[in-house]
């Protein structure tokens, strides 16, 4: 079992920053990849960006890269989501997903075992 908890969403204007952080517990967190999903109202879950279990390897959807960067601190059971360059089509609740099986910065949300509730995220123009 591994339970997610997410924070650090929040409503910024449009060329604005946020931060979020997702707070893990239970099993082993530097054992498993990390991932972190939005929706945006109306439509269908979307990958952001993933994070191996060592940081070794990162991914990120292309309407993210440059702006999104994904980090991990395996000390603090904690993934994060630096956001910055937000434009309104970020807005949308952000999820993170542990990966615990195939152990790479998978895409597809159907390699991700555990979700978090999510956080609300409203970029402003």
């Known amino acids: 079992q591994v339970q997610l908890v997410e924070s650090g969403g929040g409503l910024v204007q449009t060329g604005g920053s946020l931060r979020l952080s997702c707070a893990a517990s239970g099993r082993t967190f530097s054992s498993y990849s990390m991932g972190w999903f939005r929706q945006a109202p109306g439509k269908e879950r979307e990958f952001v960006a993933a994070?191996?279990?060592?940081?070794?390897?990162?991914s990120y959807a292309d309407s993210v890269k440059g702006r999104f960067t994904i980090s991990r601190d395996n000390a603090k059971n904690t993934v994060y989501l630096e956001m910055n360059s937000l434009k309104a089509e970020d807005t949308g609740v952000y999820s993170c997903?542990?990966?615990?099986?195939?152990?790479?910065?998978?895409?597809?949300?159907?390699?991700?075992?555990?979700w978090g509730q999510g956080t609300q995220v409203t970029v402003s123009s």
């Open positions: 997903a542990a990966n615990l099986y195939s152990y790479d910065t998978a895409r597809s949300p159907t390699y991700y075992d555990y």
């Open positions: 994070i191996t279990s060592n940081s070794g390897g990162t």
